[in-house]
């Protein structure tokens, strides 16, 4: 777990302090109590991927209780898992044309490594 506050994970998200502590209030972000001076805190890990989600649900139209229920449903370490892959499909990717435009310019230049 990467724990950490409310205000770095909202500019992580680049969302505002007061959404972070209402989506928490409403139970859609999970938080992490420090027992000693009782702040919340937030796994950097997990809840960019809900903080996200809340958004794309709040642009169709979806209030925050239906939200909660949808949310409830979804398992997001699967989420984060299908992120994670999208992620490494897309710098491969990018690796093959860099490769690509690698071997072309070792054509051009008639560079033998």
């Excluded at 989420?79 to 051009?108: M, P």
Aim: overall charge positive; hydrophobic content about 40%.
């Amino acid at each position: 777990m990467n724990l950490v506050t409310k205000k770095d994970l909202a500019e992580a998200v680049q969302d505002k302090g007061f959404n972070i502590h209402y989506y928490a209030c409403m139970g859609l972000l999970k938080t992490h109590k420090n027992p000693e001076n009782g702040w919340n805190y937030y796994d950097l890990d997990t809840e960019p991927f809900r903080i996200q989600l809340i958004h794309e649900l709040q642009k169709l139209g979806k209030s925050i209780v239906e939200i909660r229920e949808i949310m409830g449903k979804i398992k997001i370490k699967h989420l984060i898992k299908e992120n994670v892959f999208g992620l490494l499909s897309e710098l491969n990717k990018e690796i093959e044309s860099i490769e690509s435009k690698k071997k072309l310019f070792l054509k051009i230049y008639n560079i033998n490594l």
